[in-house]
């Protein structure tokens, strides 16, 4: 699996928007790009994931660039419910092969 | 709809004494996941099932660990003996053969 790089921590205005980079210059054709998070004491939460088009749904928007070598996670109106660890993961879709490698990522806190 | 339950949500033992983690996956999914997080190691995949069959079990440390499937419901992590150096949060996940990972609120195992 490819590997990820993400900033180790960031800061964000609750109300602002959150842009959370990740790199991944190594990732493969059919490796998808995952975003999760971890709440402090609580199971990792799936965010979104998306293979090479930005993808949006109820919760944030993934931008992916066109060489797929990074992407962005975007938390449209930050609160302090976001403050958690968000952890950027490259895998290959479904099927027996399905497992995500956790890496160390980015703790963001939402500053009110 | 009910997600991924693990029982129990914490356990204090003394060294040596068995220890059995207990998970029941999401209703429909086939893929289970083990994995244990420390401070010093993050979250580390320890094995995971698909259709009740372990793929891969890599991840396990040690001869200690074993885990079974024996349905689609139910899924045990069982320490043989227990070490302090066991101690950490386990957590169960499960999915769709194609579809994202759900977690569980995990157990917090502590090894005195």
């Known amino acids: 699996d490819a590997k990820t790089t993400q900033p180790t921590s960031m800061d964000c205005a609750e109300g602002r928007a959150a842009n959370l980079p990740c790199n991944h210059s190594t990732i493969s054709g059919n490796e998808y790009v995952y975003w999760y998070r971890q709440i402090h004491s609580q199971g990792p939460q799936y965010i979104i994931h998306g293979l090479k088009n930005n993808e949006t749904n109820e919760m944030a928007s993934l931008i992916i660039t066109e060489d797929r070598k990074s992407s962005t996670l975007i938390l449209p109106h930050a609160t302090l419910r976001d403050t958690a660890v968000y952890y950027c993961i490259v895998s290959v879709y479904g099927g027996a092969t399905n497992k995500l490698i956790f890496g160390t990522g980015t703790l963001l806190a939402v500053q009110p | 709809d009910a997600g991924v339950i693990q029982s129990p949500r914490h356990e204090v033992t003394e060294m040596g004494q068995e220890v059995t983690l207990r998970c029941k996956p999401i209703?429909?999914?086939?893929?289970l996941f083990w994995y244990r997080q420390t401070m010093m190691r993050g979250l580390e995949l320890l094995i995971y099932?698909?259709?009740?069959?372990?793929?891969?079990d890599s991840g396990m440390p040690e001869d200690r660990f074993s885990a079974k499937m024996p349905n689609a419901s139910f899924s045990t992590l069982k320490i043989q003996p227990s070490e302090p150096r066991d101690s950490a949060v386990y957590f169960c996940?499960?999915?769709?053969?194609?579809?994202?990972?759900?977690f569980g609120d995990g157990t917090r195992l502590s090894i005195l």
């Open positions: 996940a499960s999915s769709r053969s194609t579809g994202p990972q759900h």
């Open positions: 099932f698909n259709n009740n069959v372990p793929i891969d």
């Open positions: 209703s429909g999914h086939n893929s």
